[in-house]
């Protein structure tokens, strides 16, 4: 993960394959809540966080979680103009998803990327280092296949959080 002027920048190891689609999704365990949203390439070849932005209740249903991280799976876009003002990016970033500071991203959360190719989903365990951003964890990513059912995602979904440092 790379930083840039306070801007969040996923720099994909994939980025000289075929496009795949990604998002992020952050558990708020204190607040019962999880933030979905996608990932977008930019010209500079980062992906750069994107709408929608999805807050869901902990208590919603499996199945609308899955659901909503596959709309935003859907969403991502690709040659986005890269940021003239990274600051302002940033700040719109917080606003957009919701959030009033920078360390409300981080503080007493935890953090899987997801990305969907080739009909595989990807899900990325983090560790937390509050400012200096989210970073993988060492456990390693969970595999599973795109048409696997609502359950066995929503599994996947949670060992990967369950992985998260």
Known sequence: MEKK??????CSLLSNVEL????????????GKYLIYGLSKIQMGANIASEPY????????????????FFALSQNKSDLPNPIDWKESASGFLKNAGLKKKTDLYKDSIHVGVQKKDGILYFTPTKNQGRKGFVNASNGEIEITEN???????????EAFDKCE
């Open 148 to 158: 696997a059912g609502i359950e066995e995602i929503g599994k996947a979904i949670q």
């Open 54 to 69: 999805i807050w869901l209740n902990e208590s919603n249903s499996l199945h609308e979680l899955v659901k909503q991280l």
């Open 20 to 31: 795949a689609q990604q998002a992020i999704i952050i558990k708020y365990p204190k607040q």
């Open 5 to 10: 002027r306070g801007l969040i920048l996923n």
